[in-house]
């Protein structure tokens, strides 16, 4: 099946610890809950994306060291309690991560080529959960999806990315549709308000205009090995 059959959407920052993880889990948990075929790809080592999806632990066996042997990466599917299919990173070795490491750069395709070969209904949402920019992976993600979202926090880190952020955005396709989200903001903090501020001058209507709070009913649903719709679905953040 074609890739544009298919409906990529990266969720991706050039920063660490601004919740892409988080927001990807929920948006697959959301576009499944309408009855939409979802596939949510963690594409990140740090292997988290399924402990918003309902699994107890990080799944051990996932793609990654799959691919490392050549094996097909579809063989580590599983099915979420959301209705959202998974492909869980799982844990590999060093050595087979430098494997993987040199065929993402010498592949620009790899990701890609992947997704194509995939047995999903058309029109399926596959979430992209990519590492951090400019990781490869990251790189790849940006050029096969046709919704990318760009998450910032509401700091002076990310008013001072505004460089870095458009040489992201300059990657996605031509035709993508591409938004900012500011997620884990707390508005009682003056410093974040400002920053916010400050966000919305620089990128204007590609900022989305809902920001997502920072809310400790996110945690206790990761806690509870679910997304917080669930957990609280009163919740801000919800």
């Known amino acids: 099946m074609s890739v544009m059959a298919m409906h990529p959407i990266a969720v991706v920052s050039l920063l660490g610890g601004v919740g892409c993880t988080t927001l990807a889990a929920h948006l697959a948990a959301l576009v499944a809950a309408q009855g939409r075929p979802c596939l949510a790809v963690d594409l990140c080592p740090q292997n988290m994306l399924g402990r918003h999806l309902g699994l107890?632990?990080?799944a051990q066996n996932g793609w990654a060291a799959l691919a490392?042997?050549?094996q097909w990466w579809g063989q580590a599917a599983?099915?979420?309690s959301d209705a959202v299919d998974l492909l869980p990173f799982g844990t590999a070795t060093a050595?087979?991560?430098?494997v993987l490491q040199r065929e993402w750069a010498l592949t620009p395709e790899w990701l890609g080529n992947r997704l194509q070969a995939l047995d999903m209904p058309a029109d399926s949402a596959i979430f992209l959960d990519a590492p951090v920019w400019p990781a490869p992976l990251?790189?790849?993600a940006l050029s096969v999806a046709r919704v990318?979202?760009?998450?910032?926090?509401?700091s002076a880190r990310s008013c001072c990315a505004q460089a870095l952020v458009a040489q992201l955005l300059a990657l996605a396709l031509v035709d993508a549709h591409c938004a900012i989200a500011v997620n884990r903001?707390?508005?009682r903090r003056p410093s974040q308000r400002s920053a916010l501020e400050a966000l919305r001058a620089q990128w204007g209507d590609l900022l989305l205009p809902y920001a997502v709070h920072e809310d400790e009913n996110i945690a206790q649903a990761c806690a509870n090995a679910t997304n917080v719709c669930t957990?609280?679905?009163?919740?801000q953040s919800a």
């Open 56 to 58: 107890p632990l990080a």
């Open 68 to 70: 490392a042997q050549q």
């Open 78 to 80: 599983l099915s979420s």
């Open 95 to 98: 050595p087979e991560l430098e």
């Open 138 to 140: 990251a790189s790849q």
């Open 148 to 154: 990318v979202i760009v998450v910032l926090e509401a």
């Open 185 to 187: 903001i707390d508005p």
């Open 231 to 235: 957990w609280a679905p009163h919740a």
